[in-house]
């Protein structure tokens, strides 16, 4: 592996500075944390309230699916980077990028691919109607206060197709402001990348908040693809980005409260497409919502809620077009205290829209309803759910989820769950154009897990164990000819299991933190056809993650090292499509300077490991990204 940039020794110089830099500040910290009271010490908190996991405020430590929540003190960590940069770091979650910043990529949670993984923004939906994926790494990570990780298909009974594998929720800043204040942020990393950007919090006494938060960020990135890869040109493929973000809320009185949010991202990706010049391809992205919430007694609420989100993409190549997605969502959610437990309730209308002229219907129509009941009493936890949608495409479908668990005394908890999955084929899926095929089915699947949990003030352990039976699964089946290396088409591979193990385990002593996550999976092909027993592609069958950090108030430092394992990139797992297993090692931090000057450093694959996440596309060796934050309160 080679740095794409002449300056590449300088770059490394400089990453290196950058660490040196914060070691030594890490060191002062150290050397007057004799004089830092307990109270002044920040706690990771272990048992997180989370709304994902159930629609209602609940503790982790109530959830039965297993649920992640990266707050914003660990967003800090990931300056300069995107939420896919995040999310790949998680438990359970595999990936494959083809470039650098800004090029396509797709995650997989739990063996389930992106399109069968929901992504909301405050609550709206986020994704191409075209290909059913959500463009997470467009999605600028400064931007986002929060993100919870719902794993498993019980959201498929709580929010409707798209969730078979999981929710992934991201919360826009500017929901909790407290204070009025103001930062401008600066930063630079390899390959040449700057960033700029600022954001201004008000908050006064009749309870109006106001967070308005905007950036640009560039790149001019890696070489898309190999040398050897077909395409190849040799350039560096940019990108940059304009972002802004906005949440405005008010306190009408003790009962009401309404409030409007928006997320938007304007980039543009420059890729390699053979002898073509300047390819690249313009992208709009985001999302806006604007609710009513009317508490009406104590526990019990109806909110009301609109939202539009948008994915467009114009793309200037000889494979090029302009792909237009839109997504219109109206809900009312009610939930009651009850005398045992809490009940919610709902209904939906959903509009999918995709302005292009490859589609003969460019247009569908989602018309939900669902309940649910959870509680915690004494030693037990309980869910369940049921959700009914109409597709005015491929018609209607019920899910429904169940799960309990058992608190065998303050520290130990075991639980079990069910859930019924769904997800309807996206326009791609459909459009023989595009490796579709306008005769798939739906897919349906049955998910079943169950876990145990040690959690103590110290520390938080799980083991979770998961079996899914996926019929119709919707999958790209390649089958290459001479003629066309490339050929295939998407198919209903009749069925699929997909069973594994996840161990995650964090801690916190003092002011450090340590632990890691493992995950052993199995996603195989069980259709009985030529690919039977074969892996489903990008799904490793190990994968792990081990961390250990240093909090003070003023100073936050992690060093990281993840392992991927060896995987497939295609169904039919030949000896070139094999994917050999890598580990990167990263270190990052923040240091408040002064009371109002602060800095984040991030250093990537320290070790400059040489390794690919798909076949023929580049990944970048060492690199670093470094910012200073100025804040006026």
Same mark, same amino acid.
């Given at each position: 592996?080679?740095?794409?940039?002449?300056?590449?020794?300088?770059?490394?110089?400089?990453?290196?500075?950058?660490?040196?830099?914060?070691?030594?500040?890490?060191?002062?910290?150290?050397?007057?944390?004799?004089?830092?009271?307990?109270?002044? %010490?920040?706690?990771?908190?272990?048992?997180?309230?989370?709304?994902?996991?159930?629609?209602?405020?609940?503790?982790?430590?109530?959830?039965?699916?297993?649920?992640?929540?990266?707050?914003?003190?660990?967003?800090?960590?990931?300056?300069?980077?995107?939420?896919?940069?995040?999310?790949?770091?998680?438990?359970?979650?595999?990936?494959?990028?083809?470039?650098?910043?800004?090029?396509?990529?797709?995650?997989?949670?739990?063996?389930?691919?992106?399109?069968?993984?929901?992504?909301?923004?405050?609550?709206?939906?986020?994704?191409?109607?075209?290909?059913?994926?959500?463009?997470?790494?467009?999605?600028?990570?400064?931007?986002?206060?929060?993100?919870?990780?719902?794993?498993?298909?019980?959201?498929?009974?709580?929010?409707?197709?798209?969730?078979?594998?999981?929710?992934?929720?991201?919360?826009?800043?500017?929901?909790?402001?407290?204070?009025?204040?103001?930062?401008?942020?600066?930063?630079?990393?390899?390959?040449?990348?700057?960033?700029?950007?600022?954001?201004?919090?008000?908050?006064?006494?009749?309870?109006?908040?106001?967070?308005?938060?905007?950036?640009?960020?560039?790149?001019?990135?890696?070489?898309?693809?190999?040398?050897?890869?077909?395409?190849?040109?040799?350039?560096? *493929?940019?990108?940059?980005?304009?972002?802004?973000?906005?949440?405005?809320?008010?306190?009408?009185?003790?009962?009401?409260?309404?409030?409007?949010?928006?997320?938007?991202?304007?980039?543009?990706?420059?890729?390699?497409?053979?002898?073509?010049?300047?390819?690249?391809?313009?992208?709009?992205?985001?999302?806006?919502?604007?609710?009513?919430?009317?508490?009406?007694?104590?526990?019990?609420?109806?909110?009301?809620?609109?939202?539009?989100?948008?994915?467009?993409?114009?793309?200037?190549?000889?494979?090029?077009? %302009?792909?237009?997605?839109?997504?219109?969502?109206?809900?009312?959610?009610?939930?009651?205290?009850?005398?045992?437990?809490?009940?919610?309730?709902?209904?939906?209308?959903?509009?999918?829209?995709?302005?292009?002229?490859?589609?003969?219907?460019? *247009?569908?129509?989602?018309?939900?309803?669902?309940?649910?009941?959870?509680?915690?009493?004494?030693?037990?936890?309980?869910?369940?759910?049921?959700?009914?949608?109409?597709?005015?495409?491929?018609?209607?479908?019920?899910?429904?989820?169940?799960?309990?668990?058992?608190?065998?005394?303050?520290?130990?908890?075991?639980?079990?769950?069910?859930?019924?999955?769904?997800?309807?084929?996206?326009?791609?899926?459909?459009?023989?154009?595009?490796?579709?095929?306008? *005769?798939?089915?739906?897919?349906?699947?049955?998910?079943?897990?169950?876990?145990?949990?040690?959690?103590?003030?110290?520390?938080?352990?799980?083991?979770?164990?998961?079996?899914? *039976?996926?019929?119709?699964?919707?999958?790209?089946?390649?089958?290459?000819?001479?003629?066309?290396?490339?050929?295939?088409?998407?198919?209903? %591979?009749?069925?699929?299991?997909?069973?594994?193990?996840?161990?995650?385990?964090?801690?916190?002593?003092?002011?450090?933190?340590?632990?890691?996550?493992?995950?052993?999976?199995?996603?195989?092909?069980?259709?009985?056809?030529?690919?039977?027993?074969?892996?489903?592609?990008?799904?490793?069958?190990?994968?792990?993650?081990?961390?250990?950090?240093?909090?003070?108030?003023?100073?936050?430092?992690?060093?990281?090292?993840?392992?991927?394992?060896?995987?497939?990139?295609?169904?039919?797992?030949?000896?070139?499509?094999?994917?050999?297993?890598?580990?990167?090692?990263?270190?990052?931090?923040?240091?408040?300077?002064?009371?109002?000057?602060?800095?984040?450093?991030?250093?990537?694959?320290?070790?400059?490991?040489?390794?690919?996440?798909?076949?023929?596309?580049?990944?970048?060796?060492?690199?670093?990204?470094?910012?200073?934050?100025?804040?006026?309160?």
């Amino acid at each position: 592996m080679f740095l794409p940039r002449s300056s590449s020794t300088a770059y490394l110089r400089l990453c290196i500075l950058s660490a040196l830099g914060v070691f030594s500040l890490n060191a002062t910290a150290a050397t007057d944390s004799t004089v830092v009271s307990n109270n002044e %010490v920040p706690e990771v908190e272990l048992d997180e309230i989370v709304v994902t996991a159930t629609r209602t405020p609940t503790k982790t430590s109530n959830v039965i699916a297993q649920t992640r929540v990266v707050d914003s003190e660990e967003l800090k960590h990931y300056q300069g980077q995107s939420a896919f940069e995040v999310l790949k770091q998680q438990p359970g979650i595999s990936h494959y990028t083809n470039g650098g910043m800004g090029t396509t990529s797709n995650f997989y949670m739990r063996g389930y691919d992106s399109k069968q993984i929901l992504v909301l923004i405050d609550g709206i939906r986020y994704s191409s109607v075209s290909n059913g994926g959500a463009a997470l790494n467009l999605l600028p990570a400064d931007q986002i206060d929060r993100i919870e990780i719902l794993y498993g298909a019980s959201g498929s009974s709580i929010y409707g197709a798209d969730a078979m594998g999981g929710v992934i929720q991201i919360f826009t800043k500017g929901s909790n402001v407290d204070q009025s204040s103001m930062s401008v942020t600066a930063g630079v990393g390899s390959n040449d990348q700057y960033l700029y950007g600022a954001s201004a919090q008000f908050a006064n006494s009749t309870g109006t908040t106001l967070s308005l938060s905007a950036s640009h960020n560039e790149s001019d990135g890696i070489s898309a693809k190999l040398p050897s890869a077909s395409g190849y040109n040799k350039d560096e *493929d940019g990108f940059e980005s304009d972002n802004v973000s906005i949440a405005l809320n008010q306190r009408i009185n003790d009962q009401w409260l309404a409030g409007v949010s928006a997320l938007y991202s304007k980039s543009t990706t420059d890729f390699d497409d053979g002898s073509y010049e300047n390819a690249h391809a313009d992208q709009e992205n985001g999302s806006a919502q604007a609710y009513v919430d009317w508490n009406y007694m104590p526990g019990s609420s109806l909110k009301l809620q609109y939202g539009h989100s948008i994915d467009k993409s114009d793309s200037s190549s000889q494979y090029g077009g %302009v792909f237009d997605t839109k997504q219109d969502q109206i809900s009312l959610l009610g939930q009651h205290q009850l005398s045992i437990g809490q009940g919610f309730y709902g209904i939906e209308y959903l509009n999918q829209s995709l302005d292009s002229s490859a589609y003969e219907i460019d *247009d569908r129509d989602v018309t939900s309803a669902f309940f649910g009941y959870v509680f915690d009493i004494n030693q037990f936890d309980a869910q369940a759910n049921l959700r009914y949608d109409d597709n005015s495409q491929y018609g209607d479908e019920t899910t429904y989820n169940l799960g309990g668990a058992y608190h065998i005394n303050p520290d130990w908890r075991i639980g079990t769950s069910y859930a019924k999955g769904f997800r309807a084929p996206t326009f791609n899926d459909i459009y023989p154009g595009y490796g579709g095929n306008p *005769d798939l089915k739906p897919e349906t699947s049955d998910n079943y897990e169950a876990f145990i949990e040690y959690s103590t003030p110290l520390q938080s352990t799980r083991l979770t164990g998961y079996y899914n *039976d996926v019929e119709d699964l919707i999958s790209y089946v390649a089958t290459p000819t001479t003629a066309n290396p490339y050929a295939g088409a998407t198919q209903n %591979v009749d069925k699929a299991e997909i069973k594994g193990l996840t161990l995650t385990s964090d801690w916190t002593v003092d002011n450090y933190l340590f632990g890691g996550s493992y995950d052993y999976q199995q996603a195989e092909d069980n259709s009985g056809g030529s690919n039977d027993g074969n892996y489903l592609p990008y799904r490793p069958e190990h994968k792990g993650l081990v961390y250990v950090g240093y909090r003070l108030p003023s100073l936050d430092i992690r060093a990281e090292y993840q392992y991927v394992g060896d995987y497939y990139s295609r169904i039919t797992n030949t000896d070139a499509q094999f994917i050999d297993n890598y580990g990167l090692l990263n270190i990052s931090g923040s240091y408040e300077l002064t009371d109002n000057l602060s800095m984040t450093a991030r250093l990537n694959n320290i070790t400059n490991e040489s390794y690919i996440t798909d076949i023929g596309y580049n990944t970048d060796g060492t690199n670093f990204f470094t910012s200073l934050t100025y804040n006026w309160h």
